[in-house]
């Protein structure tokens, strides 16, 4: 094939192979070539090429032999807090530097049971703790549209290796936006499922009450077809819904459809051309037969807080393994134990990390657990009961996924708090539990994506693809 | 004792036994080689995730059915975090507010005294790993790393040694007899800390210290006793008794504080979002303790009312549950009572005891040990040859006469070839048999051991006893 | 309410961290914005809302008590920064 086949989509290349077209290897090798092109954007911080390469090679000979699975020899990229196996993950954290997970998270089992090629380990804010894959303890993600702006994050390697051609698929963590939010960033499609739609079993925990792996590739075919791989009950995950996780619907038409928008996501100091995006996304809808019916959140407002504090606190206790003594690594000379903890934690955690740890130690301290943390998931409660009651009356809420574009890289250096506020559109989700995708819905001035958050009821993702997808076949771009 | 009364509440933590660990598929068996019972799981490393043994779940609430206890119908899971090596997610998953069980009592006898203890609750938690001290260095072991583990807090109603004692050989007891745990000290299958504070009548309870981690019942019960004394001698002395923890160290018997933490310890706990609640119907319940045993305080009452046994032999045969069973399997396949037990805590204990271990090895049925005393009363065999026969069907399941056959160990009952030989005997030890006649009565157990000689142990002793009497008396 | 030095060295000593000065100073300045926002939490009457823990209403997800393969010591303590041939290493550890 003479065109860049690395620039196909998912779908595109599994026709390909399978038309004999294309092999395993040639993709898989041109991804290879395209990751090393590309090794500036900073998406990748782990590429394993040879366990790729072989086994690339062994689904094209499982190919040759008849066998069909839904990703078999498709090159994907994996984020780097889902371990997998004899490959370094490393949560972008000098603490798992050296870090070869004994296991495959089930996803990765999932993944390479339907023949997925793991082309590498993609770049993200330390432990999925930011908004712009700028707390990588080893480099920065860059953006894939302008190099000089952040990828957004926690997922910013998974959004920039999918935009850039450097993996066909990825798969991406979101706590509190971040899948969503990088997806937007970077212009491609990212879907947080419902909490328990997908095992957490081998996503190393940040939050654990909100942590969802999920899918990030070019087209909502492509996310649907990652996602329907990964997606299912998982014995070994506590939490892994045991029911159907397929409650949504797959349609073409809209006839009947309703939308929701809720006006706290529509605040008046939203950014101009965002709201017109979605505005013109809107009428998109309107024009195809769906009723836009208006709803509201009250509890929008508690959202951020209720949210740094849970996250805070879970990640806070999460985080308390890595010490030193069982795997990753350890301060040079501690004389004691005390030594090796303090002197571990403290130079091994990045300033982000550092700052969440303390948060989520102080909310959950003694004195102060009732005033945070429990008022906070009080509030969830509340959160919680207003999605349900929004959703009740329409198929998915639309609103901005992030309220800014990509912002330039440096900006929230100054102030880490001010940085939080980006994620006001994602987090309610994640509080709720509930299944939302972004996908691009137009662009800024400055050329750059803007990403449109469709949320779902609980377990009806295909609901929610359908609507993207009828808006990527037909909408504006 | 200078007027103050000791007040003691126990925190018991007893291990479960289960075939493996409360949150992963690991065994949980004990002497293991170091780290050779571990996982991802149990070893905590990054994006692992636990799930909930079932049956530690049901273990405990037996335990807490047995104890009274009011069991949950409603009970979660929360996270105790703090650093140490021994933990290595650095939490403790545990139970906070809502345990499993609530409320329960024991009833101890102490002095001739009944007194009631009361529970405060009995939690679920995993057990941490071990730390072993060498010269510079700790090595740590996570065998027993998230081990199932109750833990039993009492209300602080005890006043001496004694009753602690009392009340945890009691507790043991009924876990032992509900099937959940083996409670063996030497394992460290049951372990205490004791609360303890001094007050005088009628005033206020003074300040409390914890003396945490005390594995066998001896060492409670000095550990107890040496902290009595410190607080006498430091309230004597006009001192004041500082809230800590303690630790006691076996060889010195003596006490001591532990290296006290700047701060107090601030747990920070919070639910664990990782496991589900547990949620128990009246029938679940029901179905759970459906197999539940009757316990050792209730046999020990049916032994003495109703089979008509002494204190003593009630408490003997309730020392531990295979016992009990045993001595109600053989009652109820027809053994005499009496017969029974004494044959249980003679020959059955002597057997059953097995080298370094606090538990019994009962070898045989109750079925087994009726066959056995009835071929004894029915003088087929003695008490002497019926060792023989023990032995031969201790761990089979062969029938007490099918061994007796086997072995050859039928007794000859026949008086007419007794008498025969008695003659031959009588008439082949003249200086004997005439001290017997000049009154040296002694001298009957000469001629019985020759007899028995003679017909290795197989003569019916009375009927022997009977003929060389008869004849030597003609 | 006041975010204190004294609640920044306590916190760091719960997370075993060690920060400067200024990075203590930062974290006051950092602490106070974000619980800030906990004002929006003080808009509803707490004693009448339970609080969610999990998100999910499923109870009673349980394994059974089977044991599973041995997974292996040598891969677990191969991570470890210290080891011996059996066990994790620690300086000694004084009670």
């Given at each position: 094939m003479s065109m860049d086949i690395t620039e196909l989509t998912l779908g595109g290349l599994v026709a390909a192979m399978e038309a004999g077209e294309v092999s395993s290897v040639e993709a898989t090798e041109a991804t290879l070539k395209k990751i090393e092109e590309k090794k500036d954007l900073g998406a990748y911080v782990t590429v394993c090429g040879d366990s790729a390469m072989s086994a690339a090679k062994a689904a094209d000979k499982a190919r040759a032999e008849g066998k069909k699975s839904p990703l078999l020899g498709v090159p994907v990229a994996v984020k780097d807090n889902i371990c997998t196996e004899g490959i370094r993950t490393t949560c972008a954290s000098k603490f798992l530097e050296n870090y070869i997970p004994p296991y495959d998270a089930f996803v990765v089992r999932k993944l390479k049971a339907a023949g997925a090629v793991i082309v590498g380990k993609a770049n993200m804010d330390e432990f999925a703790m930011g908004s712009g894959s700028e707390y990588s303890a080893f480099f920065r993600v860059k953006n894939a549209?302008?190099?000089?702006?952040v990828a957004g994050g926690s997922s910013g390697g998974s959004a920039c290796a999918v935009a850039s051609y450097q993996a066909y698929a990825s798969l991406g963590s979101d706590t509190g936006g971040s899948i969503r939010q990088p997806a937007a960033f970077n212009g491609v499609v990212g879907l947080k499922p419902t909490y328990s739609a997908v095992s957490r079993n081998g996503l190393i925990a940040f939050a654990s009450s909100l942590d969802q792996i999920g899918p990030m590739a070019r087209t909502v075919a492509d996310c649907r077809t990652v996602y329907d791989v990964i997606k299912g009950h998982d014995?070994?995950?506590?939490?892994?819904?045991?029911?159907?996780?397929?409650?949504g619907d797959t349609f073409t038409s809209l006839k009947g459809r309703r939308i929701g928008v809720a006006?706290?996501?529509?605040?008046?100091?939203?950014n101009g051309e965002i709201r017109a995006a979605i505005d013109k996304a809107l009428a998109f809808y309107e024009s195809e037969g769906a009723e836009i019916v208006e709803t509201s959140i009250g509890s929008f407002d508690m959202a951020l807080a209720c949210y740094y504090i849970l996250s805070s606190a879970e990640a806070s206790s999460n985080l308390?393994?890595?010490?030193?003594?069982?795997?990753g690594r350890r301060a040079e000379g501690c004389v004691n134990l005390e030594d090796i903890y303090y002197k571990s934690r403290t130079e091994f955690f990045g300033a982000e990390v550092k700052r969440r740890i303390m948060l989520g130690n102080f909310v959950l301290s003694s004195g102060y657990y009732d005033a945070f943390y429990l008022r906070a998931s009080k509030a969830r409660t509340l959160i919680k009961k207003d999605f349900e009651s929004a959703l009740s009356g329409c198929d998915a809420l639309i609103c901005p996924t992030a309220p800014t574009t990509a912002y330039k890289a440096g900006m929230s250096a100054d102030d880490p708090s001010a940085a939080y506020l980006g994620d006001i559109f994602t987090v309610p989700v994640n509080i709720a539990g509930l299944p939302a995708l972004s996908v691009k819905c137009g662009e800024d001035a400055d050329k750059l994506p803007i990403g449109m958050q469709l949320i779902g009821k609980p377990y009806c993702e295909s609901t929610l693809m359908s609507l993207a997808e009828i808006y990527e076949k037909g909408g504006e771009r | 004792m200078s007027g103050y009364i000791p007040t003691i509440g126990l925190e018991v933590h007893c291990e479960l036994k289960t075939e493996t660990k409360l949150f992963c598929s690991c065994r949980n068996t004990f002497g293991s080689e170091p780290n050779t019972n571990t996982c991802p799981v149990c070893a905590g490393h990054p994006g692992v995730l636990p799930v909930i043994n079932r049956k530690a779940v049901e273990y405990t609430v037996k335990a807490g059915s047995a104890i009274g206890c009011r069991i949950s119908r409603y009970s979660k899971w929360d996270r105790k975090n703090y650093f140490y090596p021994d933990l290595p997610k650095a939490w403790q998953t545990s139970q906070y507010d809502l345990p499993l069980c609530i409320g329960g009592e024991v009833k101890i006898k102490v002095n001739g005294e009944e007194k009631t203890i009361r529970l405060n609750r009995i939690h679920l938690e995993e057990d941490a790993g071990k730390l072993v001290h060498g010269a510079g260095t700790t090595a740590v072991d996570y065998n027993r790393c998230g081990v199932p583990l109750m833990e039993c807090v009492t209300e602080p109603d005890m006043h001496s040694a004694d009753e602690a004692v009392a009340f945890l050989e009691e507790l043991a007891s009924i876990f032992r007899f509900a099937g959940v745990s083996d409670c063996r000290m030497q394992e460290g299958s049951i372990r205490a800390d004791v609360n303890l504070s001094l007050s005088k009548p009628g005033e206020p309870l003074g300040t409390r210290t914890e003396t945490k981690n005390l594995n066998s019942f001896r060492s409670v019960r000095r550990a107890i006793e040496a902290e009595i004394r410190r607080q006498t001698e430091v309230l004597e002395s006009g001192g004041k008794i500082v809230q800590e923890t303690r630790r006691f160290d076996d060889a010195t018997g003596e006490g001591y504080g532990m290296r006290s933490k700047e701060d107090a310890q601030d747990y920070r706990y919070f639910p664990e979002p990782d496991l589900m609640p547990v949620v128990l119907s009246d029938d679940d319940i029901a179905r759970i303790c459906a197999d539940l045993p009757e316990l050792a305080g209730k046999r020990r009452q049916r032994y003495t009312s109703e089979l008509g046994l002494s204190e003593y032999d009630a408490e003997q045969l309730t020392s531990d549950p295979a016992l009990a069973d045993l001595f109600d399997g053989a009652v109820s396949a027809g053994a005499n009572a009496k017969k029974a037990a004494n044959y249980v805590m003679s020959e059955i204990m002597r057997k059953g005891k097995t080298a370094g271990e606090d538990g019994i090895v009962v070898g045989i049925s109750g079925l087994q040990l009726a066959q056995l005393l009835e071929l004894v009363d029915k003088g087929e065999i003695n008490l002497v040859t019926s060792r023989d026969v023990l032995n031969k069907i201790w761990l089979t399941d062969m029938s007490a006469g099918a061994a007796v056959d086997a072995l050859g160990l039928r007794q000859n009952n026949d008086a007419g070839e007794i008498e025969k030989l008695v003659r031959d005997i009588v008439a082949a030890n003249p200086g004997p048999a005439a001290d017997y006649r000049n009154g040296n009565e002694k001298v009957l157990s000469f001629f019985v051991g020759q007899l028995m000689k003679a017909t290795k142990g197989k003569t019916n002793p009375k009927i022997a006893g009977d003929l060389i009497r008869k004849v030597l008396s003609e | 309410m006041e975010i204190t030095k004294d609640i920044i060295k306590h916190t760091a000593k719960l997370s075993r961290i060690n920060f400067t000065d200024e990075e203590e100073a930062a974290l006051e300045k950092h602490f106070a914005s974000v619980l800030g926002w906990v004002e929006t939490l003080n808009e509803f009457d707490a004693s009448s809302v339970p609080a969610t823990a999990h998100i999910l209403d499923t109870v009673n997800v349980f394994r059974e008590d089977v044991p599973g393969e041995p997974f292996g010591r040598e891969k677990l303590l191969s991570c470890a920064p210290e080891r011996d041939e059996n066990s994790y290493i620690v300086p000694k550890v004084v009670e």
């Open positions: 549209i302008d190099p000089t702006r014995a070994g995950d506590s939490t892994s819904y045991a029911g159907d996780v397929d409650k006006k706290e996501f529509f605040p008046k100091e939203l308390s393994r890595y010490d030193g003594v069982k795997y | - | -």
